[in-house]
């Protein structure tokens, strides 16, 4: 967000008035670990060890607290939103194994 100039305090704003409008619900409203304590469908967690955006332990402390059916991967020397890029065979069996054992 630096190198293009938005603050994060407006994109977060921003963010919030789409939820409210699209979702109904606000960002500032919702607990990510609430939620998935409460929720029941299977989720899998990808993440790259080397993210600096969003922290890995949000990943970790969101994977304890779900209930539901879950499976985590954290990936060595991979930034933000790169974990496919960095182990393309691991994170391609996983989501085939994902998506055979919970897909529809």
Not at 20 to 46: C, H, Q, V, W
Not at 65 to 88: M, N, Q, R, W
């Amino acid at each position: 967000m630096k190198k293009i100039g938005i603050k994060s305090v407006l994109l977060m704003r921003i963010l919030d008035l789409m939820c409210r409008i699209t979702a109904g619900f606000s960002l500032y409203e919702m607990s990510t670990e609430e939620t998935l304590n409460k929720s029941d469908i299977p989720i899998l967690f990808i993440h790259g060890l080397e993210d600096s955006f969003v922290p890995c332990e949000m990943s970790i402390r969101s994977h304890a607290a779900a209930k539901a059916d879950k499976e985590i991967y954290l990936i060595e020397k991979a930034t933000h939103g790169c974990s496919f890029l960095v182990e393309p065979q691991k994170i391609s069996d996983a989501l085939k194994n994902f998506f055979e054992k919970y897909g529809q």
